[in-house]
């Protein structure tokens, strides 16, 4: 069993910064892809940013230049790196790690999730 924990959030004014961490347990760090995912007040959840078990990474496109996703195997930690914070960047965050496995359904995990509040 995976357990991820997330932390970092909180309240930031706008074009403020924030670094969320999420630490994981139980299992092989570096064999997951890794993302954040975001689900703001009344909306569904949606993918932020992801990288993978091979250190690729992607964004949604509104956070693209302002948010970096990085990764520690030795600490078996995933950060998001946030600047110019905007409102619209409130959400509760989440952690994801992800496995594939050919021919069975991939290996998926979920933090507890972190509130994010941008807002002066």
């Known amino acids: 069993q995976v357990q991820l924990v997330e932390s970092g959030g909180g309240l930031v004014q706008p074009g403020g910064s924030l670094r969320l961490a999420c630490a994981a347990s139980g299992t092989i760090f570096s064999f997951y892809d890794m993302g954040w995912y975001r689900q703001p007040p009344g909306k569904e959840r949606e993918l932020v940013a992801m990288?993978?078990?091979?250190?690729?990474?992607n964004y949604e496109e509104s956070v693209k230049g302002r948010f970096i996703i990085s990764r520690d195997n030795a600490k078996t930690t995933v950060y998001l790196q946030m600047n110019s914070l905007k409102p619209e960047d409130t959400a509760v965050y989440y952690c994801?790690?992800?496995?594939?496995?050919?021919?069975?359904?991939?290996?998926?995990?979920w933090g507890q999730g972190t509130q994010v509040n941008v807002s002066s």
């Open positions: 990288i993978t078990s091979g250190d690729s990474t």
């Open positions: 994801n790690a992800r496995k594939s496995r050919p021919g069975r359904p991939p290996l998926n995990y």
